[in-house]
C-alpha cells in the first residue's frame, strides 16, 4: 500500500535543492537543465492511503536511492531509476510501521528493494512531464505513470515534485481495502546533485 506511493515517487526523476535556483527555474524549462543528477538523501518520499470515514495512513520512505538522465534537446530520450527500501517505512506510529513491512504489506524480510525503471518520459509543458516505467514491488511487476514539475535549478542542482497513483492490489499489497483504499498517493520531493 504505501510502498508503491513511495516507488512512484523516487523514480520520478529529481528534486534539488533550495539556493539560488528558484529564480532560474522560472526562466529554465526542462530542455534547459540536461545533465545526469544523482537522487539525494534530502528527498522526501512520502505517501497517503485514504480511509473510509476519513484519516488514513500517511508516511514516508527514508532509505531510497536512484538517478536520472536528462538529455539535451530530446527529453523523451532521459532515463529514470530509483530503488526504495521498504524496510525503511515510517509512519510515526510503531504498529503500523511493523504490520507495513510484514508479509502483508510490503513482505520487506523477503523483498528488500521496490524498483522502478522508466521506459519513456513525455514532456508536458515547459517546466513538467510525465515519466511512464515498470514498478516492481513484492515479486510483481507493473507499469506505472508520475507527473513530474520542476521546482527549482540552481546549475548543479534540481528539485521536482512528484506526484503519482499506484493500485496496491497490482502488487499484492490491497489487505484492508474496501476500509483502506486500493489507491496509493504518492506525493514526493525529489532532489538531485548533478554528476
Given at each position: 500500500?504505501?510502498?508503491?506511493?513511495?516507488?512512484?515517487?523516487?523514480?520520478?526523476?529529481?528534486?534539488?535543492?533550495?539556493?539560488?535556483?528558484?529564480?532560474?527555474?522560472?526562466?529554465?524549462?526542462?530542455?534547459?537543465v540536461a545533465g545526469r543528477y544523482m537522487i539525494s538523501a534530502?528527498?522526501?518520499?512520502?505517501?497517503?492511503?485514504?480511509?473510509?470515514?476519513?484519516?488514513?495512513?500517511?508516511?514516508?520512505?527514508?532509505?531510497?536511492?536512484?538517478?536520472?538522465?536528462?538529455?539535451?534537446?530530446?527529453?523523451?530520450?532521459?532515463?529514470?531509476?530509483?530503488?526504495?527500501?521498504?524496510?525503511?517505512?515510517?509512519?510515526?506510529?510503531?504498529?503500523?510501521?511493523?504490520?507495513?513491512?510484514?508479509?502483508?504489506?510490503?513482505?520487506?524480510?523477503?523483498?528488500?528493494?521496490?524498483?522502478?525503471?522508466?521506459?519513456?518520459?513525455?514532456?508536458?509543458?515547459?517546466?513538467?512531464?510525465?515519466?511512464?516505467?515498470?514498478?516492481?514491488?513484492?515479486?510483481?511487476?507493473?507499469?506505472?505513470?508520475?507527473?513530474?514539475?520542476?521546482?527549482?535549478?540552481?546549475g548543479r542542482s534540481i528539485r521536482f515534485d512528484v506526484r503519482?497513483?499506484?493500485?496496491?492490489?497490482?502488487?499484492?499489497?490491497?489487505?484492508?481495502?474496501?476500509?483502506?483504499?486500493?489507491?496509493?498517493?504518492?506525493?514526493?520531493?525529489?532532489?538531485?546533485?548533478?554528476?
Amino acid at each position: 500500500m504505501t510502498f508503491k506511493r513511495a516507488l512512484a515517487i523516487a523514480f520520478l526523476l529529481i528534486g534539488c535543492m533550495p539556493g539560488p535556483g528558484a529564480a532560474a527555474v522560472k526562466s529554465a524549462g526542462l530542455t534547459q537543465v540536461a545533465g545526469r543528477y544523482m537522487i539525494s538523501a534530502s528527498s522526501n518520499i512520502g505517501f497517503a492511503v485514504e480511509q473510509v470515514g476519513g484519516g488514513g495512513i500517511r508516511g514516508r520512505f527514508g532509505e531510497f536511492s536512484g538517478s536520472f538522465d536528462l538529455k539535451p534537446g530530446n527529453l523523451s530520450r532521459s532515463m529514470v531509476s530509483f530503488e526504495l527500501l521498504p524496510e525503511s517505512v515510517t509512519t510515526g506510529q510503531a504498529r503500523i510501521d511493523e504490520f507495513l513491512r510484514s508479509g502483508a504489506v510490503f513482505d520487506a524480510a523477503r523483498h528488500e528493494r521496490i524498483v522502478f525503471r522508466s521506459s519513456r518520459v513525455e514532456q508536458t509543458g515547459p517546466d513538467t512531464a510525465r515519466v511512464t516505467g515498470i514498478l516492481t514491488a513484492k515479486g510483481h511487476s507493473s507499469t506505472e505513470m508520475f507527473d513530474v514539475r520542476l521546482v527549482e535549478w540552481g546549475g548543479r542542482s534540481i528539485r521536482f515534485d512528484v506526484r503519482g497513483r499506484i493500485f496496491r492490489s497490482r502488487y499484492d499489497m490491497d489487505v484492508g481495502t474496501p476500509i483502506y483504499s486500493n489507491v496509493v498517493q504518492f506525493d514526493m520531493r525529489i532532489t538531485g546533485q548533478r554528476r
